[in-house]
């Protein structure tokens, strides 16, 4: 059974960083591709970054240059490693993965597995 579990929000000041994990379980990790997603209150579920099987990384404009994704295949553990924070980025945030061939920044529809979210706030 496939299990991601986030962990690593809280609350930061603008400017201030965070970085989040995402320990993944029952499944050959390095073979999938995965991404973090973001939820705000009243808005739709949307990309932040996506990472496939060989390591090569894709970026939502609104993140570039300030967010980091990578992954451990020995820890099999996904990380992202957000800088200059801004309030803007207060949401929920959520690891996914799947095994199909990836296709860059996907939709939240293209991914079968997702961990339960953690949270961050940034305050200005």
């Known amino acids: 059974q496939v299990q991601l579990v986030e962990s690593g929000g809280g609350s930061v000041q603008a400017g201030g960083s965070l970085r989040l994990s995402c320990a993944a379980s029952g499944y050959t990790y390095s073979h999938y591709s995965m991404a973090w997603f973001r939820q705000a209150p009243g808005k739709e579920r949307e990309a932040v970054a996506a990472i496939n099987e060989r390591g090569s990384t894709v970026y939502a404009d609104s993140v570039k240059g300030r967010f980091t994704i990578s992954k451990d295949n020995a820890k099999n553990t996904l990380y992202l490693q957000m800088n200059s924070l801004k309030p803007e980025d207060t949401a929920m945030y959520y690891c996914?993965?799947?095994?199909?061939?990836?296709?860059?920044?996907?939709?939240?529809?293209?991914?079968?597995?997702w961990g339960q979210g953690t949270q961050v706030t940034v305050s200005s």
């Open positions: 996914a993965a799947d095994g199909k061939l990836w296709v860059g920044l996907a939709p939240p529809s293209w991914y079968k597995y």
